[in-house]
């Protein structure tokens, strides 16, 4: 684990990045409508471990954590006291009923212009990457567990839990407050409503929604 906590300690005291640049990295007009002057001191404060690569287009907010193994594309921004690629929660329970770590070095792949939130954690993987596919939007409050993939221009809103291993398909919606058993796929242009829990895969382009989640219908145009 974390051995000496000063190598950790990487461009946390950097040049803020002017606003222009900010904007260009998010992106989009509507991250750019939402910055104004305050936010120019964004970048101060955070740590990206030296193993990670992060494209220098991106912002990272203050507070923010970038663990080892972990690569973030271009114009990404990831957003206060988010955490992406500390160890995921995988552990071994031992005969006297304790439980031993298992190291986590299979690392989180953000491609390009992936946006995410507040206080929302991506853990590092184990048996593959986690990964979160370009232009996929991450909301406050979410955790992506090891080895999950986010597909391309995915919503995952607050308070979103995905579990180890899930596949979410391009284009789905995982709506606030939802739980996706591990290993489970949600198919492409899926949508899983508020606070439902899914434990057996979701077709695509279906809307399945309560506890545990089943079919509600077929998912239109109009959510798209
Ligand atoms: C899943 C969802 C899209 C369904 O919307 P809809 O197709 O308009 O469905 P309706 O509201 O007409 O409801 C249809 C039925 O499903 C039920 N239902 C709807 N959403 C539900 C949910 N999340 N959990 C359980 N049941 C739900 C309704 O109670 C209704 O049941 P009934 O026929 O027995 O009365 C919507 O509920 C949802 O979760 N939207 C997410 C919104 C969101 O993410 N907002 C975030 C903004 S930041």
Same mark, same amino acid.
């Given at each position: ?5 000063? #190598? ?11 606003? #222009? ?7 989009? &007009? ?14 101060? +404060? ?5 193993? %990670?690569?992060? &494209? ?55 491609? #390009? ?49 995905? %579990? ?7 284009? %789905? ?46 998912? +239109?145009?109009?959510?798209?």
């Amino acid at each position: 684990m974390i051995e000496d906590s000063d #190598d950790l300690i990487v461009d946390t005291m950097q040049e803020a990045p002017a606003l #222009d640049e900010i904007a260009h990295a998010a992106g989009g &007009a509507m991250i750019k409508d939402v910055f104004s002057p305050p936010w120019q001191n964004a970048g101060r +404060g955070y740590f990206v471990h030296p193993e %990670a690569r992060v &494209a220098p287009s991106s912002v990272i907010f203050p507070g923010a954590y970038i663990g080892p193994h972990v690569e973030i594309g271009e114009h990404c921004v990831i957003g206060p006291n988010s955490a992406i690629g500390q160890p995921g929660f995988g552990y071994t329970e031992q005969n006297d009923g304790s439980w031993n770590y298992r190291e986590h070095t299979g690392g989180v792949v953000l491609e #390009d212009n992936v946006h995410v939130g507040a206080c929302s954690c991506i853990d590092q993987g184990r048996h593959r990457e986690t990964r979160i596919g370009r232009g996929s939007r991450v909301d406050n409050h979410c955790h992506i567990s090891h080895n999950a993939h986010i597909g391309e221009d995915c919503l995952i809103i607050a308070h979103a839990m995905i %579990a180890g291993s899930c596949d979410i398909g391009d284009g %789905a919606i995982i709506s606030p407050g939802a739980q996706i058993r591990d290993h489970v796929t949600v198919g492409r242009g899926a949508m899983v409503g508020l606070g439902a829990v899914v434990v057996k895969d979701v077709p695509e382009a279906e809307v399945w929604v309560g506890v545990p989640a089943k079919f509600l219908r077929a998912r +239109g145009e109009e959510l798209r």
